[in-house]
Each structure stands twice: as structure tokens, then as C-alpha cells.
């Protein structure tokens, strides 16, 4: 594995061919394949992150995040939805839901928010995709501790998982706060590790 920093992206690619970093921007603007949604249950696209992605993708997002629901019923951290992704210069949108702090198991319901969107986005034959700092905004999960989970998490995904088309994963951070916890986050994992 190669690990390299250039300020102020953070990337490591894997001997499988993953490679995944971390950037500061705004995920509505980034192409890739998928953009991960950090939605509420119902689809509810009004605020943080789920309100800009609805706004800069249009009315077709909110549309079929509806239809989703009326069909499937209401999303969780093990059943993400998807929906096309509209004027996003993506072609998907999957939308997860993760835990509210306080709720309990935050760490488990996060992580599974994690590999659950990433597995659908494999389904959908996806090549790259981006996410946010899932429910670090209103959700109120402390910032430092979902790092620890997203890294730990993203590492077992891109060494575990038979992946056929996924590889490359962006975790996009929208302020430089965040943005600092998640480097300093990455760059204290072991990545040359085996984990557990």
C-alpha cells in the first residue's frame, strides 16, 4: 500500500486497487458515480447535508426518495435507498440513515450505515463514490469518535470486501474543523496493520 499526503487530501491505495482519501469540498460539486446522502428515516430532505444534495439535484431526488418510501417503507442504517441523482454530477444518490447520538450502539449503527451504502453502491455497478461525515451534523455524533469508526470501518471494507467495481472512495469534509479531526483520524490509524 502507498500512503501519500498532499495538503489537504489524505490517500491511501490499496494493493486491490481501492484507493481512498479524504477531501475538503463540496460533495454536490465532485463527480463520481454515487454520492452518499446522510438522510433521515423517511427521506425527509430538508437541512444539513440532505437539504443541499435535494436542492442541487433537483426535484427528481425528493420524488423518488417518496416513492422509496411508499414502496419499502422507511430507511435504517442496514437498508439505505437510492435514488437517481438528477443535476448532481453523479448518477445515484444512496441514502442512509445514521444512528442519533444518544440513541445507543452509535459506533455498530454507523459503521453499518457505512459498509451498507457501500455495498449498494457495488450493486449499482459504481466505480466512485463520495460521502459526508455521516451523522456528525444534527444527529450530534462527536466528530473525533465517528473518524475512528469511518476509518476503521472504510479499512475493512477495502481489504474484506470482494469488490468488483468500486474503487474509489472519497470522504468529503465541508469545514476545516472536521476536515483536521478525520486527517488526524487517518493518519493514526495503523493502515499497514492486519486488523482484527
Known sequence: MNVDHPDPVREIRFENGISLALRQGDITHIP??????????????GGGVAGAISRCGGPVIQKESNAWIAQHGSIDEKH??????????????IHTAGPIWGEGDEDRKLSDAIINALQMAEKLKANSLSMPAISTGIFGFPVKRAAGVFMQTLYDFCTQ?????????????????????????????????TRP
Do not use: S
Open 80 to 93: 439505505p435507498a437510492y435514488t437517481r441523482g438528477g443535476n448532481l454530477p453523479c448518477t445515484y444518490v
Open 32 to 45: 463520481v458515480d454515487v454520492i452518499v446522502n446522510a438522510a433521515n428515516k423517511h427521506l425527509q430532505h
Open 161 to 193: 470486501a470482494e469488490n468488483n467495481y468500486l474503487k474509489k472512495i472519497l470522504v468529503i469534509l465541508f469545514d476545516q474543523k472536521t476536515l483536521e479531526v478525520f486527517i488526524n483520524a487517518f493518519e493514526m490509524f495503523p493502515w499497514e496493520n
